[in-house]
């Protein structure tokens, strides 16, 4: 394999590989995974592009630091198997990473091919060396140390968790996971729609898991069913905190609470982990717009208008109130959605829900936005234009304007220190928070950010913990 | 799974007893929390009160009223058999505090939730008259074991099939002109429940509901749960389910209510159709 690599023509020439996908107008309909992946081929194709730098520009931009030339290396060799031990060494869940990260504001932006051309597909690679280790490995599970005798709880089982509990049961050390849902999975199950991460994938990052030994309880929740406090009595050492930003924003116009505005939260719970998509096969329903506004223009929002096209929506609005360049979506979604059908509304923010006599949302009143000064964020500040108002007719509202931190964990646990947000203070290099035993990490410290963000403060919290368990606080 | 230990069928069939293995919430729970029941794979998250708990035994106990799909599925659950999730204790627990006189208002399977939360009011020292009602004697629910929980006990029917011929509201209206109540708690359909309130407000007494929107998560995480109290959004299944009764937009919430409506008739009748 790796003799048929080099022979194929000189590297320069080689243009980016795209990803064979779904024909758009197809996969508007379905909710099937939208890229295939690439082939054996491809993927050593691409890999054949990456310059092997000495020093790699595209490494700095990854928030795990991947030995990115290391493993595209071993996929150009065509030591696939090899080339996904690499990855592990610093990511536990790479077929997720490949699929869902921002590579192209984090290693692909940086990548030097890209400065004359197109980057290498780092995020590409590193889903094919992922898919086909699940696809064709022998599954075997990665050493572990001896028994410490040491148990720790984590609490939330997202990203940020996961990765504390594959680092810790790696340590040797006794984990189990308290997760509140009846899954596993956090925004990887409930937020992130199946065609852009299929939840087999999910079940089986976490089925890996428990071969390892982790344990994971569902319908936990912690602060109700439980107490950080009680946990400890219950005999754990140390408690990892990663809930991660489960509270919804609406917008505080009339008629927010009318039927068929949803927060993003409950559109796509409803959709992904309810499975509303295939009611009535599922019991739990979801409102079918066919005419469906989005408020917002990240990755949530994205999601969701193409979840609405999905579920049968003639037309599918995204409106924002600042500009395409302020669009904080990775492009891949923005250029999906687009190509899917989703059009764009930029500069345009509601000022009022308008409902028939059933209480049902049926239009609402907008008002047209133009660029002031840059607010904190450093984006310019959207300044409404008066006298602009104009109506949208639509049947329904999903907001995805960003999320808070939920207060039910934090509120019943005493000594936890919060930023004025509500989101919970750690100490940067380790991740403790203010109590004793007790670490932090993704989205509830840092507010909703990213899969890779909420798994590297996993990383640090697990290493800390580890000395902790070892050495004490 | 969560077992099944103990079911009774009252009203009729129409309403259904399940005393659920549930340890960890079991001795959690307080009056007036609910969990969340979800019966299969392919089932909805179902938010339900508790109507008992006990912590020796490790179980709890809900009483449902079987109005569509899901709870149709739930009465197909005998002892023996299991409910794949229950969530739980969730929501703000009833403040029970010693005020004097209060009047526990019950209708339908709100008797239910109600129950614990009466039992609770008499232990700490209050005088508690209780006021339950149906739509006729067959319909009516733990006639007994609120008589226990109270040290008065009304009752009345729509139909004049047993008790006092008429609604809660009349009961509740010579009550409040007979003597001086401190606190009204009132458990039911959401019509009983507005216009409990609105009369409690005509005399100045301080009122209790508990409200039951529709929820997904039960943790505030998605805000399906959303009802309109003093103006302001709270999440009933955190911020509640108990509110201020005369501050909450009932209106609103009925309408809610019917949100799916159509799909649950759907499901409903392709179920019946299904288990016959
Ligand atoms: C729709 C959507 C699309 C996204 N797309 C992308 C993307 O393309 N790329 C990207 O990098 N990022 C994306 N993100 C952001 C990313 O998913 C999050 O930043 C990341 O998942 C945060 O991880 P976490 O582990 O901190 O928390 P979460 O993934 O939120 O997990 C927290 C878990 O804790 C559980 N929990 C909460 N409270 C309790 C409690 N009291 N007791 C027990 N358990 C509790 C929750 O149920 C949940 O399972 C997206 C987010 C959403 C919502
Ligand atoms: S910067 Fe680009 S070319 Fe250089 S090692 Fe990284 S991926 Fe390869
Ligand atoms: S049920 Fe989701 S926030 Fe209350």
Redesign the pocket.
């Known amino acids: 394999m790796a003799e048929e690599a080099t022979k194929t023509p000189k590297r320069e020439k080689i243009p980016r590989q795209p990803m064979p996908e779904q024909e758009p107008k197809v996969r508007a309909k379905n909710f099937d995974e939208v890229p295939f992946g690439y082939s054996p081929e491809t993927a050593m194709k691409e890999a054949e592009?990456?310059?092997?730098?000495k020093k790699?520009?595209?490494?700095p931009g990854c928030p795990v630091g991947i030995d990115?030339?290391g493993f595209?290396k071993l996929i150009k060799e065509g030591e696939f198997t090899q080339s996904i031990r690499k990855l592990w060494e610093m990511n536990s869940l790479p077929a997720v990473c490949g699929r869902v990260c921002p590579q192209e504001i984090q290693?692909?932006g940086?990548?030097?091919?890209?400065k004359k051309g197109d980057?290498?597909a780092?995020g590409n690679l590193e889903r094919f060396a992922a898919d086909w280790e699940r696809e064709n490995g022998t599954g075997a599970l990665p050493p572990k140390a001896d028994p410490t005798g040491k148990k720790v709880a984590v609490v939330g089982s997202g990203p940020a968790g996961l990765t504390v509990a594959g680092d810790l049961i790696a340590k040797g050390h006794d984990v189990t996971v308290f997760e509140a849902f009846h899954k596993p999975g956090g925004v990887l199950l409930y937020g992130i729609p199946e065609f852009r991460l299929p939840k087999e994938i999910v079940a089986q990052e976490v089925n890996f898991l428990e071969r390892l030994g982790v344990k994971v309880e569902c319908n936990q929740v912690v602060g109700r069913t439980i107490t950080v406090d009680e946990l400890f009595e219950e005999g754990y050492d140390a408690v990892f905190v990663g809930v991660g930003a489960g509270l919804p924003t609406f917008l505080n116009v009339p008629g927010k609470n009318l039927i068929g505005i949803y927060s993003a939260n409950e559109y796509l719970t409803r959709s992904n982990l309810m499975k509303a998509y295939r009611f009535p096969e599922y019991d739990t329903p979801i409102i079918r717009g066919k005419n469906v506004v989005t408020l917002g223009a990240g990755n949530v929002a994205m999601d969701s208008a193409r979840t609405a096209l999905r579920l049968g929506a003639e037309k599918s609005r995204i409106v924002y109130r600042r500009s395409r360049v302020e669009v904080p979506a990775r492009s891949a979604e923005v250029h999906h959605a687009e190509e899917e059908g989703v059009e764009f509304f930029f500069l345009a923010a509601p000022t009022k829900f308008i409902g028939d006599d059933k209480g049902r949302v049926v239009g609402m009143e907008c008002l047209k936005m133009e660029l002031g000064e840059p607010d904190a964020s450093g984006r310019r500040r959207p300044v409404a234009i008066d006298g602009s108002e104009f109506e949208l007719e639509c049947d329904l509202v999903i907001v995805a304007v960003g999320t808070g931190a939920n207060p039910l964990l934090t509120r019943s646990t005493e000594g936890l220190e919060l930023n004025k947000w509500g989101y919970i203070q750690v100490e940067e290099k380790t991740n403790k928070t203010t109590k004793k035993g007790v670490w932090a990490g993704g989205d509830i410290v840092t507010g909703s950010a990213t899969v890779i963000l909420a798994m590297g403060a996993g990383r640090i919290a697990a290493n800390s913990i580890h000395d902790y368990l070892t050495w004490g606080w | 799974m969560f077992k099944i230990v103990h079911r009774e069928e009252m009203s009729d069939g129409t309403v259904i007893l399940n005393e659920i293995e549930a340890l960890k919430i079991a001795r959690k729970a307080k009056p007036g929390q609910f969990v969340i029941l979800k019966a299969n794979e392919t089932g909805e998250r179902i938010p339900l009160t508790m109507a008992e708990t006990d912590p020796e035994k490790g179980t709890i106990t809900i009483i449902y009223q079987v109005v569509g799909k899901s709870t149709a599925l739930f009465k197909t659950l005998q002892v023996g058999d299991g409910y794949q999730d229950v969530i739980g204790p969730l929501g703000k627990p009833t403040h029970i505090q010693k005020l004097g006189k209060v009047v526990c208002v019950g209708g339908g399977t709100g008797i239910a939730v109600l129950h614990p939360i009466t039992r609770a009011l008499k232990e700490v020292g209050n005088h508690v008259i209780c006021i339950i009602g149906a739509r006729s004697k067959d319909l009516l629910i733990l006639e007994d074991r609120m008589k226990a929980a109270s040290h008065e006990l009304l009752v009345c029917t729509d139909d004049g099939s047993y008790g006092h011929h008429g609604f809660v509201t009349d009961v509740l209206k010579e009550v409040l002109e007979r003597e001086k109540i401190d606190q009204v708690v009132a458990i039911g359909p959401v019509p009983m429940m507005k216009f409990v309130s609105k009369m409690t407000k005509e005399y100045n007494v301080r009122t209790l509901v508990s409200l039951n929107p529709i929820m997904v998560d039960g943790t505030g995480m998605c805000g399906g749960c959303r009802v309109t109290v003093g103006g302001q959004t709270k999440f009933a299944c955190v911020d509640g389910p108990e509110f201020d009764g005369h501050q909450v937009d009932y209106d609103e919430l009925m309408l809610r209510l019917q949100a799916y409506c159509e799909d649950e008739k759907q499901c409903y009748e392709e179920f019946c159709i299904m288990d016959s």
């Not at chain 1, 790699?56 to 490494?59: G, M």
């Open positions: 592009r990456c310059l092997q730098c790699p520009s595209c490494v990115i030339p595209i290693c692909e940086l990548c030097i091919v890209g980057p290498v780092i």
